[in-house]
């Protein structure tokens, strides 16, 4: 009975080794830990250790991100000028190895949400409307 648990026991090791650690990127705007003095910027966490965020680079002075997604091996995020929250300065690409930003269009509307639809080739984004 006991190789029976001992083998049940290495089959579970054997499985949980297996699943691949996915690193995961995201856009750190806003810290309930610390809202006053957070460091914004681009951060990356691994799916293993959800507690544990890094920030590539620290964009505190620059304009946030309040619209990003993935697609074709680059990030995609519209950003606002420093210091508001809905002036438009434009859609980037950003390099979530160092943080590096390349302004791809300064037009468009401000977006609160964007993805991309790889079955269309599109990439749609999500305008909020004011209460009137």
Not at 52 to 63: C, H
Not at 75 to 85: C, E, H, M
């Amino acid at each position: 009975m006991k190789k029976v648990y001992a083998l049940i026991f290495l089959c579970f090791c054997v499985v949980s080794s297996l699943q691949a650690q996915t690193t995961i990127y995201a856009y750190r705007n806003w810290q309930q830990s610390n809202p006053v003095n957070v460091q914004k910027g681009p951060v990356k966490f691994s799916s293993d250790n959800l507690g544990v965020v890094e920030l590539i680079a620290d964009q505190s002075t620059l304009g946030a991100v309040y619209a990003g997604t993935y697609f074709n091996y680059k990030w995609y995020a519209q950003v606002t000028k420093p210091g508001t929250q809905s002036s438009l300065e434009g859609l980037y690409t950003v390099d979530m190895n160092d943080g590096t930003r390349t302004l791809i269009s300064t037009n468009g509307v401000h977006l609160v949400e964007m993805t991309y639809d790889y079955t269309t080739n599109t990439m749609y984004g999500i305008k909020m409307e004011p209460n009137i």
